[in-house]
């Protein structure tokens, strides 16, 4: 499942919520997806509703 993650972002460069949501993956398997592709490593993360970036 981990391959066809990766596979699936390659593609679509789906969020790491996403590729959690429709592969069944831990949270942090799929942030290293994400974080591993060259496309989207550089993108700065989204801060989280109600949480004070201070």
């Not at 460069?13 to 942030?31: D, T």
């Amino acid at each position: 499942i981990y391959k066809q993650a990766l596979i699936s972002h390659e593609f679509f460069h789906q969020s790491a919520r996403a590729l959690a949501r429709q592969f069944k993956l831990p949270l942090a398997k799929a942030r290293n997806i994400v974080s591993a592709c060259p496309s989207c490593a550089p993108c700065p993360a989204v801060i989280e509703a109600a949480v004070n970036p201070r």
